[in-house]
């Protein structure tokens, strides 16, 4: 039998209350959903965050003191000492429904950013990838081929027209459309139940129908419009990227004036005059307003 090394068990409890201190700061700082978390220790029994005291995580949300997590816990029947891998199913459900319902930021969202073309909604859907990992994205099936430094199944699912015709048969698109009458773009539902169910927003940059399609399944959603800061500055975007033929060029600026008018549809505009300035505010907005 192998005697304990009481220096190894320390090292232990000392690199396991680091892994547990970094799941607080994400947790605090809004990088991680306190959701998430219990997720991912109910999923993983040896993860950091299994080990991590309940009152550990209500004390990391934003506005918990010690009283506010003290209440918490007695309303939630869950006592001091339990760590989240200790948790009964019963305790699990109250806990994910608390964490739900309260109010503030932690609703998990479903926000749809669209907007015509070469208004920068793929470099602003980008920049938010980079920076609010917390913020999930849809990987959408897509018909048209996969170009240079795309990556399937990171970028799109890049599918043939029979496959795309059969998730259409079978119900597995929330909405799905021919873009630019060229080839057809599809959000899986699973992708988008899977990220929600986990406590995550998630992100769908979508073309107009898209995000008229989304509005009608799912009306909490939020939509948001991405505007150009002027018709002429949508027009030297997209001549200035020369990736579009001059025909090409004049049917999307003829979509995008029939999008442009759309935007009253949508519950919130956001100019792009600079893309950090413009992602900030999707998640602020996503945020209920404030970040
Ligand atoms: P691209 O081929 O340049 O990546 O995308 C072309 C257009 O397709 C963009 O306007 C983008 O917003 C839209 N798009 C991408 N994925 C989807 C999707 O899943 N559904 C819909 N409706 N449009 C999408």
């Known amino acids: 039998m192998s005697v304990p090394d009481p220096v190894q068990a320390s090292a232990q409890a000392v690199r396991s209350r680091r892994a547990r201190a970094e799941v607080k700061q994400a947790i605090a700082s809004g990088d991680r959903a306190p959701l998430e978390v219990c997720e991912t220790a109910w999923g993983d029994a040896s993860s950091p965050e299994a080990s991590l005291l309940t009152t550990e995580l209500l004390g990391s949300l934003r506005g918990f ?18 760590r989240l891998r200790g948790l009964g199913v019963h305790q ?27 208004v920068g909604k793929g470099t602003v859907a980008q920049f938010i990838r980079d920076r609010y990992p917390q ?13 240079p430094g795309e990556v399937d199944g990171v970028h799109y699912r890049f599918v043939s027209d029979a496959e795309f015709d059969r998730m259409v048969d079978d119900g597995e698109f929330l909405e799905w459309a021919t873009v630019h009458n060229a080839f057809r773009y599809g959000t899986p539902k699973s992708s988008v139940d899977e990220q929600l169910s986990r406590g995550n927003s998630v992100l769908l940059e979508i ?24 018709w002429d500055e949508l027009v030297r975007r997209l001549v200035g990227r020369g990736t579009e033929s001059e025909e090409e060029r004049a049917r999307r600026l003829r979509t995008a004036e029939v999008e442009l008018a759309s935007q009253h549809e949508f519950d919130h505009v956001v100019v792009n005059h600079d893309v950090a300035e413009a992602a900030h505010r999707v998640v602020e907005l996503l945020h209920g307003g404030v970040s």
């Open 207 to 230: 073309d107009l129908q898209g995000a008229r399609s989304v509005r009608e399944a799912m009306p909490e959603a939020l939509t948001i419009f991405l505007a150009p800061p002027s």
């Open 65 to 82: 003191g010690p009283l506010r997590t003290e209440q918490a816990l007695e309303e939630l029947g869950i006592s001091r000492r339990r």
């Open 135 to 147: 913020i999930k994205h849809a990987v959408s099936a897509t018909t048209r081929s996969i170009r």
């Open 92 to 118: 699990r459900d109250r806990l994910r429904h608390w964490l739900r319902d309260r109010p503030g930021t932690d609703r998990p969202n479903l926000v749809v950013l669209a907007g015509p073309t070469a």
